[in-house]
């Protein structure tokens, strides 16, 4: 209609990037990617079919695509995760800790275990699909047993090893990362500290309305930060 072409002009012409991303309908091929991937970034594109969860590794120089089994069961484990991981609770009992295990192992296991020579050393950038998009990868974890392990501050999660991020698509990745290498030697950071006096009369409470706590850590960060810029 006239009115719909009328409000596609105005994206077109007061937000390019938008109107870009969304009409865009170029879609990036597997040498486009790996042209622009680093030799220390490996990029894992998850989709899940009804019978299959399919995987994609790609890296600089190597491509892979397997085929995994069973994807309700991955699908289970990933919200029984997920929830545990957003549980308000400050009473965790060692059961807690031994069930957070085999969900966050079990998940690395069947994830990634399987191409632990790709992902060596690398920064890992996921592409997921359906509840994997939720699931933070950083938290799984590497450890084989938890019998010599106290509590949750001793296991080996994987952030400790990689640098991990998160796309919906390559072609997404591939813009967001030109965009922010324009934008990278800008000289500029902008960064918050949320600390307030402790007799402050300004309050925070979370969606749960238990009271936000200052972190004065954070003011410390920040101006460590600062002599960089």
Same mark, same amino acid.
């Given at each position: ?9 105005? %994206? ?11 009409? #865009? ?37 190597? %491509?892979? %695509?397997?085929? @995994? ?7 289970? $484990? ?13 009473? %965790? ?30 920064? @890992? @950038? ?22 010599? @392990? ?21 072609? $997404?990745?591939?813009?967001?990362? $030109? ?6 030697? #800008? ?31 954070? $003011? ?10």
């Amino acid at each position: 209609t006239t009115k719909y072409d009328s409000i596609i002009n105005i %994206y077109d012409r007061e937000y390019p990037d938008y109107f870009d991303l969304k009409f #865009n309908n170029k879609v990036l091929s597997l040498n486009e990617l790996q042209n622009i991937l680093d030799i220390n970034q490996v990029f894992i594109q998850f989709y899940f079919t009804q019978n299959n969860l399919h995987k994609l590794i790609i890296t600089k120089d190597f %491509y892979e %695509y397997t085929s @995994i089994d069973n994807p309700d069961a991955i699908i289970k $484990l990933s919200t029984q995760l997920i929830q545990h991981l957003k549980a308000r609770r400050h009473d %965790y009992k060692r059961k807690d800790f031994e069930e957070y295990f085999r969900q966050a192992k079990a998940l690395y296991d069947v994830l990634l275990a399987d191409i632990i020579d790709q992902i060596d050393g690398k920064d @890992i @950038i996921v592409s997921g699909d359906g509840i994997l998009n939720l699931l933070p990868f950083d938290a799984l974890v590497k450890n084989e047993s938890v019998s010599e @392990i106290r509590d949750f501050r001793d296991l080996d999660y994987l952030i400790y090893s990689h640098r991990i991020s998160y796309t919906y698509t390559a072609t $997404l990745w591939e813009y967001h990362s $030109l965009e922010n290498t324009d934008k990278r030697q #800008n000289g500029h950071v902008l960064a918050f500290a949320p600390i307030y006096e402790k007799d402050s009369k300004v309050s925070f409470t979370d969606l749960y309305g238990e009271s936000i706590q200052a972190l004065p850590g954070t $003011l410390d960060e920040i101006k460590f930060i600062s002599k960089n810029f």
